[in-house]
């Protein structure tokens, strides 16, 4: 009995733990956070690997909830879409980001990431959003810079303590801000009817947010969005070769 105590204890000793501050492959990052099924949340940034604090309540959570409740209307109206919450997303060999909630239009719709076999998303989802605490995050730094290069389309980072919100759009290879119009709304560029009352956003007002999701979900540019990937997934359906 004492033998086998001693050698499970020493297994659990000489597993490489993950740190904030390493600096691994992408390959030795995924084997370390695997031996660690306690660890929730871990991101692999430029090399570096980020292993997340204890998240509080009005800091991190709740906003984190609205923000998927809004996505969650819309997707549930568009079908050839597909959101996540704190998923794994394999960018490039550097960078392993677990971003706090993705839009994705789905592969055989036309999308630009796709599923891998062990259900990881790979490549770039169309959106990400996250949720930062002030413009000092990595999340308006090294990871705006992998999210940019490896082609993520628009790019939401909600600074709960700054009371901010940047939604950046991919145009020609770099980042340009969106600014809300004189109603407060910003539109994306991207998913047609995803709109966003962003003061009503930041004043805790969901009822608001949702109220005009649901008009950008009524709007005939979002039926032609719906039309445009139907058509999109019967291509695909009737040349597979061309959605590989």
Known sequence: MTKAITATKDTEDSIPILESGDRLTRYEFERRYQLMPHLKKAELIEGVVYVASPLRYSRHGQPHSDIMTWLGVYRAATPGIGLADNTTVRLDLDNEPQPDALLRIETDFGGQSHISVDDY???????????????????LHDKLKAYRRNGVQEYIVWRVIDRQLDWFHLQAGEYIPLQPDESGMICSRIFPGLHLQVAALLAGDLARVLAEVQKGIATEAHQAFLERLAEQRSQNVSHPKLSE
Do not use: R
Request: hydrophobic fraction near 40%; charged fraction near 20%.
């Open 121 to 139: 998303v790979e490549g770039a989802p169309e959106l990400i959003v996250e949720i930062a605490s002030s413009s000092a995050s990595y999340d």
